[in-house]
């Protein structure tokens, strides 16, 4: 019988040409020229500034006529001369500053002794207030779960209301009567319980552990990142699988998919709908549960995981546009410690902002769908996901979450939005040479309450926020694959005391100079976008127009911290900084004791 997960899993053929990307190097300014200099081998090439600066585009894994058509197209001073730009690539190839695809596949595919026996998975159903869609969830899991082939089931109450925990509580008792494998309720009760118990065993963690599971320090806003932090907490040494509580359990598939694996930065496919019923009628209901499709992989190492998507190896064509900053240290045993999934229906994000990120395959169906940009601002309705199994190195929002929780992964910042984003920079920092798979098929994502889109379009010009910490960690991440995990987790721990120390100047100055670069950043991609956009209409034209005008704007004026999103119009900038080096204090005391915290609750 076939099986589904890997029905059009084919060996790929090897690319016509060797793919290459810049290694990672320093640039140093000698004698009116630059010297090149590769970090890993101390190959080195002296060559001129526009030429320095032309080799920054040759970061992904290209052939190196590629390579040169794209730099012709981003510098039209080349004057299209693919030729010379080409021989000049061959003489950085030559002098060792290009790293070579085949060297990535020759340490993927190297021996491993990753063959040991997984074991199921936990499956954690997280919810705040939102029973109707609890209820609608568990009767999706009697559908459409193999019960029996979980480990264990939760579900985790962040409710407010006292009603809908008891109506949530009666739910799992109701489900509990019909399915195969009990679940465990963890509510209110349970949580002080916990809470206590891990205090107890740990009173010199205090502090840290109250930042990060009592509820009561964080009135009036959202908790994702709590809620993330029990589960971890009562999965430590399993595989666990979250799942938010307005998803169902099925899984589909696009008539998109293509066969083999791709490396990414973490971008993602869209399409875009009027209704549900328009997707339903393009999306292809699979006959397995998404909950062992998670598992198929998470927690192997990558050879492993090649091999159970139906590949014997890893080929160079499967590193194309990759990224050679994250690709040049992966290995046959970098372990999946992250699956995602697409979704179908809502995408999750806070705001429609995201089109401007769209790659062009996704764009021209956003153009060609009727309604073309105005639709998709005013509609939520799309499918957001990946046409081929896709490996990267940091996770972004999914509904559905699979998290190898046998390894050392960090807590998520318990509050405010923004808490996948900082969780995937800090899983990264303390694991280097781990992977996020990203499934090419979806879950239906599909809230109860409302949510409208914005036909006017969303801001897209970055404000700041806990996205801006990954950048501040990143400054101080080791670049040396052989700084142990202990280290790693000290000099995150030092990081975000160091945050908690600086002046009412200093996080000011930290927070404008953070926003700019974000900002510069989006400008940078507003311009590439509105470059390549001479065909795709005016309405588009002038939407990435607009945007790149008050992203200009925003660059030429100085923020406060008093400017940062969510934060109230009578709160000065003092008091912003007080709270941000609190906070930051308080998430660095829960670093600190993060270890022992997992090993009290592994024992609960």
Not at 5 to 13: H, S
Not at 274 to 296: E, M, N, S, T, Y
Request: net charge negative; glycine share 8%.
């Amino acid at each position: 019988m076939t099986d589904p997960l890997t029905e059009r899993a084919t060996a790929p053929g090897t690319s016509a040409e060797p793919l290459y990307a810049m290694a990672a190097h320093d640039s140093l300014p000698v004698a009116g020229a630059v010297l090149l200099l590769v970090r890993a081998t101390g190959a080195r090439l002296s060559v001129t500034a526009d030429v320095a600066v032309a080799l920054q585009q040759c970061t992904a894994f290209r052939s190196l006529h590629d390579h040169a058509q794209h730099l012709v197209q981003q510098f039209p001073q080349l004057g299209g001369n693919v030729a010379d730009v080409t021989r000049v690539l061959q003489q950085v190839r030559d002098a060792g500053l290009l790293l070579p695809a085949t060297q990535v596949c020759g340490q993927v595919n190297a021996p491993t002794a990753d063959t040991a026996d997984l074991d199921r998975t936990v499956a954690c159903i997280i919810t705040c207030d939102r029973p109707a869609a609890v209820e609608r969830l568990l009767e999706s899991l009697l559908r459409g779960a193999k019960l029996a082939r979980q480990k264990q089931l939760l579900l985790i109450d962040d409710s407010r209301e006292a009603a809908n925990c008891t109506a949530n509580a009666a739910a799992v008792e109701r489900f509990n009567l019909l399915s195969p494998a009990s679940m465990r309720y963890f509510g209110p009760q349970e949580q002080a319980q916990l809470l206590q118990y891990a205090i107890a065993q740990l009173p010199r963690h205090e502090t840290g552990i109250r930042f990060l599971l009592q509820r009561e320090l964080w009135p009036g806003v959202p908790t994702y990142g709590r809620a993330r932090n029990l589960a971890l907490l009562l999965t430590v040494g399993e595989r666990c699988i979250i799942l938010d509580d307005d998803v169902l359990c099925a899984a589909y598939t696009l008539p998109y998919r293509q066969a083999g694996v791709a490396f990414n930065d973490g971008g993602r496919q869209a399409d875009f709908y009027r209704d549900a019923r328009d997707w339903q009628q393009l999306a292809v209901k699979q006959d397995f549960d998404p909950l062992v499709g998670h598992g198929r992989c998470l927690g192997m190492g990558l050879q492993r995981a090649l091999h159970t998507l139906g590949h014997d190896s890893l080929e160079q064509s499967h590193l194309a546009e990759a990224g050679a900053g994250w690709c040049g240290h992966i290995n046959a045993d970098s372990r999946v410690l992250v699956t995602q999934s697409g979704s179908l229906g809502d995408p999750g994000t806070s705001n429609n902002g995201w089109l401007v990120n769209l790659e062009p395959t996704s764009l021209q169906r956003m153009l060609a769908r009727p309604g073309g940009l105005g639709a998709a601002l005013s509609l939520r309705e799309n499918w957001l996901g990946q046409v081929q199994p896709t490996f990267t190195v940091r996770p972004v929002i999914s509904q559905v979450t699979g998290l190898d929780n046998r390894a050392l992964l960090p807590p998520y910042f318990p509050a405010l939005r923004g808490e996948d984003q900082l969780f995937g920079g800090m899983l990264d920092f303390l694991h280097p040479d781990s992977l996020t798979l990203e499934y090419d098929w979806a879950v239906p994502h599909l809230p109860l309450e409302e949510r409208r889109g914005n036909p006017a379009g969303d801001p897209t010009v970055p404000r700041g926020g806990l996205n801006q910490i990954v950048g501040y960690i990143d400054e101080v991440q080791p670049e040396d694959p052989g700084v142990g995990l202990a280290t790693r987790m000290a000099l995150l721990c030092c990081r975000f005391e160091e945050l908690g120390e600086l002046s009412d100047a200093g996080l000011a100055a930290r927070f404008r100079a953070g926003l700019a670069r974000l900002q510069a950043a989006h400008l940078q991609t507003l311009e590439e976008r509105f470059r390549d956009s001479s065909a795709l209409g005016e309405d588009w034209r002038h939407y990435l127009e607009r945007n790149r005008q008050a992203c200009v704007a925003a660059l030429q004026q100085s923020s406060g911290l008093a400017d940062l999103p969510g934060v109230p119009a009578a709160m000065g900038s003092a008091a912003v900084a007080a709270a941000i080096r609190q906070r930051a204090r308080g998430f660095a005391a829960a670093l600190r004791g993060w270890d022992e915290l997992r090993e009290v609750c592994r024992h609960h």
